[in-house]
Each structure stands twice: as structure tokens, then as C-alpha cells.
């Protein structure tokens, strides 16, 4: 029997346990998918910890690419044989084989291995919709986006550069400076060691940036505030280092006329047809060498624990996939 990654409640990586499960036929509107790479993503964590609550016992993981093993009835879009990938609920990606409903899933192009279709649904679609619906970016502006070597951080700044702009880049050690800036972060600032509100004003010569793409949290959210030009943006995008604390509107957002928002990647692809036109732009650039995608570190399927722990502890240097 296929196996997949079972939680029975929150808690640290440890309730991650690998389980038989019987997956049937797909219903009207379903399909059957044999996943062969999954993505592993930061709002696992979230998942698993209780951070974003789940209705118990429950699969996990919400990004994977594989192979169609059959169509339930009233699916026109795809075929027995297809390659496709998706990267939203229902949850359980983590799965050798499951049943997902039709409209979530996208085609992918042969040129696109599993492996890179995994690591490039979530962090792709989530760099695409930031910087072409969230924030329209052009030519010449100067932004600021925490955990630059990170998964979504590697492919923000190539994204951004292909439009023309300048990106700043915040990592937590040293060591990930070398690889932001490869990546094409113009300025990175280690934020353990610097205050980096105080090294971006340096930068832009006490402007300001444009807009700040915050995926951490609690720990960057004052800062990113203070380093933004008046009437800028505000994107708070994840909470890797906890959940934000309550916003204080006059003094944190009148004060310069700021722009503030909370997206999420299902409000921006509502639809199969958006879903599919959002990943074939990713699936262009990575196919035309406009965007460069390593994958960092493989895992097996049954080793998700120690994908979390790795994910948790800051020690991975790029996008990370499991192997069912
Ligand atoms: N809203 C959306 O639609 C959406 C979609 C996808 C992802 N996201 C969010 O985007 C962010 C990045 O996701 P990802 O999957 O690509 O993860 P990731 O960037 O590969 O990993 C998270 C990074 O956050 C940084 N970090 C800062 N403080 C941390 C702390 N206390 N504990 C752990 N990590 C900390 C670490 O980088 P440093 O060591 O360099 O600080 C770590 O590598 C996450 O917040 C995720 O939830 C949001």
C-alpha cells in the first residue's frame, strides 16, 4: 500500500510518522496522483506546529509534482499519463499517491523535472503573485526582502532583477551572504548581527525602499516598517520567526502613509485557468534560463522529520524536495 506522512497532533517534527493508507478511486472531478517529488515548504511547519490550525488526524505538505494514475468522472482537462504539479489544499501532499481534486493541479512541461516542478509551484507562484498582483515592481525601484537565501528568497531577487530592480537582502548567518548574492540580492545584511533598518537607510541614503517583503515575522516587522519610504508597502507574507503582534495603526502605518498587506497565495490564483497561466510564467523563465533553481537537498519521504528539524533550524541553503 502507498504511504504517506500522518499527524495525529501538533507538536515538534517528531509527530511526523509514516503511515500506510488506502487511496481508492477518484470521485466525480478528482484524480488519482502518483506524486514523485514533493515540496517542502516553511508553512509545513506552521501546519504541523498548530501555528495555522488542522482539523485532526491529518496528512501534511501542500506542493508536490507526479504522474496521473486515473480521472474520476467530469474531468476534461486531464489525462491517464499526465505530468502535472499542484501546491494548495486540500492538504496531504506528503503522500507516495493520493486523490486531489482536478482544479488544483497545472500541466508541466516536459523540460520540467518533477524535482523542479515540487520546488517551483509554492515558491514561484508566491514570487509571482508578490511581485506582479501584491506590488506591481518596475524598473529601477529599490525593495527589501528578508531570508534571502531561503526558498522563496533565491527565486524573489532573480524574478525582480528580470524586471529591473534593485534588491536588498536580509540572512541570518554569514554564510548565506555568498548565496543571496548569487542569487541577485545587490546588498545583503546579515540581521543577527546589524540592525538592518539602519543599513538599508545607509544604502538608499535615508530614502527608504519602495516595499519590504516580509516573511519572518515577529522579529523584522518593526524594522521593516522603519525602513520604508513614505507611502510604501508593507508585505507580510509569513511569520517564519512567529506571528506578528497586533499592528498599531496610527503610529506604525499613518505616521508615513503606509501601505500594509496580509496576502495569501489562494486569494491570487482563484481558479484552474489563473493557477495555470501563473505556473507556465515560472515554467518560461526557469525553461529560458531566466530564473536559476538549485535544489538545495533532496530528502526521503520517511526522513520528513529531519527536513523539518534542517527547515527550523535555518540550516538549509535553498529550496528542499522529499522523494516518496
Ligand atoms: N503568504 C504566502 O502566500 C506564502 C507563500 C509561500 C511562503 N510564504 C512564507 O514565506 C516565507 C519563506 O518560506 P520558505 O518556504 O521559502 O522558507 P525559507 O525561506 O526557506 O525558510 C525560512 C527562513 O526564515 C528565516 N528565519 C528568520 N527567523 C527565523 C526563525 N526564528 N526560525 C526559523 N527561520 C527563521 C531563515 O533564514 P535566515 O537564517 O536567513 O534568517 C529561514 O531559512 C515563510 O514565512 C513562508 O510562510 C508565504
Redesign the pocket.
Known amino acids: 500500500m502507498p504511504k504517506s506522512i500522518i499527524i495525529k497532533k501538533n507538536g515538534g517534527p517528531e509527530v511526523l510518522e509514516l503511515q500506510e493508507v488506502n487511496v481508492g478511486s477518484p470521485g466525480p472531478n478528482e484524480i488519482k496522483v502518483t506524486n514523485h517529488a514533493i515540496g517542502l ?3 509545513d511547519t ?1 501546519h504541523r506546529s498548530g501555528l495555522y490550525p488542522l482539523q485532526m488526524p491529518s496528512g501534511i505538505g501542500l506542493e508536490a509534482a507526479g504522474k496521473i494514475e486515473e480521472v474520476g468522472t467530469n474531468v476534461n482537462e486531464f489525462n491517464k499519463g499526465d505530468k502535472i504539479a499542484y501546491a494548495s489544499m486540500p492538504i496531504g501532499a506528503y503522500s507516495q499517491q493520493r486523490i486531489i481534486p482536478a482544479k488544483i493541479a497545472v500541466k508541466v512541461p516536459d523540460e520540467i523535472s518533477y524535482q523542479l516542478a515540487a520546488t517551483l509551484m ?2 514561484g507562484l ?1 514570487t509571482n503573485y508578490l511581485l506582479t498582483k501584491t506590488y506591481n515592481l518596475k524598473a529601477g525601484e529599490v525593495i527589501l526582502f ?8 533565491q527565486i524573489f531577487a532573480q524574478w525582480a532583477n528580470s524586471i529591473g530592480a534593485k534588491v536588498i537582502g ?4 554569514n554564510g ?1 551572504i555568498e548565496i543571496a548574492k548569487a542569487n541577485g540580492y545587490e546588498h545583503v545584511i546579515n ?2 548581527e546589524n540592525d538592518f533598518a539602519e543599513e538599508v537607510m545607509k544604502l538608499t541614503s535615508d530614502k527608504g525602499v519602495e516595499a519590504v517583503f516580509d ?3 515577529k ?1 523584522t516587522f518593526k524594522g521593516s516598517i522603519t525602513c520604508l519610504k513614505p507611502r510604501g508597502m508593507m508585505v507580510s ?6 506571528p506578528l503582534d497586533p499592528v498599531n495603526v496610527p503610529k506604525d502605518i499613518q505616521s508615513k502613509s503606509l501601505f500594509l498587506t496580509r ?3 489562494g486569494h491570487y490564483f482563484t481558479n484552474r485557468d489563473e493557477l495555470q497561466k501563473g505556473a507556465d510564467e515560472i515554467f518560461e523563465k526557469v525553461k529560458f534560463g531566466k530564473i536559476k533553481i538549485k535544489i538545495f537537498k533532496e530528502y526521503k519521504l520517511a526522513d520528513a522529520k529531519q527536513a523539518h528539524k534542517d ?2 533550524s ?1 540550516r ?1 541553503l535553498g ?1 528542499a524536495i522529499l522523494i516518496p
Do not use: C, D, M
Not at 528578508?146 to 528568497?153: C, D, E, F, I
Not at 536580509?170 to 548567518?173: A, M, N, Y
Open positions: 515548504n516553511y508553512i506552521y509554492t515558491k508566491t528578508h531570508a534571502a537565501a531561503g526558498g522563496v528568497g536580509t540572512v541570518g548567518s548565506k540581521y543577527t516573511g519572518v515575522g522579529n507574507f509569513g511569520n517564519a520567526s512567529g496576502p495569501t497565495i527547515l527550523e535555518r538549509l529550496p
